[in-house]
């Protein structure tokens, strides 16, 4: 999918939401272990009860990988039932040498159809450029949202800057806007602001809300760009809002939460910029 055409949904919808689809079996609601296809099931209800409030889902491949073959099935079978135009994030966090990043790609970006993958930095240029291609995105660790992000991320270099900073400036030089997003955490969102002036066109996928404690208004109002330039990720909060035969349902009337929430920010953001 292009920047254009996500941005196209973005406004269409309202909502720069991506839903994470997390599914877990021991967490899932106990009625669905009867299906033949659980993680299946649970994922169809889910994007059935909120596809018109997000704008893309973020299945996490560990939670389908821990089953073997039967994961990739189900992760397979959700791909296909994804509406078309809803973007479609692989959270693999891959990267190794070129010939082996060149496989991970083909893996998910042919085998699986997904249009991004989630890719971390640490082995440098030549393991992230395999994943460079045209209409399909590379969405990089730059600042996350967990606590070891600081073990890292935020020591300072020798160039004074710090080393998600250095992430952002240098991976700039390998893809383009149209090709590669970053991911930045909410959980610390008084540094989204000057993340933001390191990549202003850039998308950044924003997880941490939710389940996490991260503070969306926040991460809306210093975050966004000229065509939005936020995904922001909530799954936990959303997908197991009921562990009830309800679950679908109250996943629904999260999602629209978020949906409502994100929507007056956004109308600010495309008024201004008079887009609409
Ligand atoms: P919840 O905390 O349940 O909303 O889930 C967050 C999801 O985002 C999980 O799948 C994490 O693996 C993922 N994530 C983070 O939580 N923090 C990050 O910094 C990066 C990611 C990610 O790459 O998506």
């Given at each position: 999918m292009t920047r254009a055409k996500l941005f196209e949904q973005i406004k269409a919808k309202n909502t720069c939401l991506c839903i994470g689809l997390d599914t877990d079996l021991l967490k899932i609601p106990r009625h669905l272990l009867e299906s033949s296809d659980p993680l299946f099931e649970f994922n169809k209800q889910i994007i059935d009860a909120t596809h018109q409030y997000c704008v893309a889902y973020k299945p996490n491949i560990a939670f389908y990988e821990a089953l073997g073959p039967k994961g990739w099935q189900s992760l397979q079978r959700t791909m296909e039932y994804i509406p078309k135009d809803i973007f479609t994030i692989a959270d693999a966090k891959r990267g190794d040498i070129g010939n082996t990043s060149a496989l991970y790609a083909r893996a998910f970006f042919?085998?699986?159809?997904?249009d991004a993958v989630t890719v971390t930095p640490y082995m440098g240029e030549d393991s992230v450029k395999p994943f460079l291609r045209d209409n399909k995105w590379v969405i990089l660790l730059a600042h996350t949202s967990n606590a070891g992000s600081s073990d890292f991320q935020n020591m300072k270099l020798s160039t004074g800057r710090k080393l998600y900073e250095e992430v952002i400036l240098k991976s700039q030089q390998w893809g383009t806007p149209d090709q590669l997003m970053y991911v930045v955490g909410a959980t610390q969102p008084e540094k989204i602001h000057g993340i933001r002036s390191l990549a202003p066109e850039h998308f950044f996928l924003v997880p941490g809300i939710g389940a996490q404690g991260g503070d969306m208004d926040m991460v809306l109002r210093n975050g966004m760009n000229k065509q939005c330039g936020l995904l922001i990720n909530s799954a936990r909060a959303i997908i197991?809002?009921?562990?009830?035969?309800?679950f679908a349902k109250r996943a629904g009337e999260e999602a629209l939460k978020l949906q409502q929430e994100m929507q007056d920010h956004l109308s600010r953001v495309v008024l201004k910029n008079g887009k609409l």
């Open positions: 042919e085998e699986l159809n997904f197991y809002a009921s562990d009830g035969e309800n």
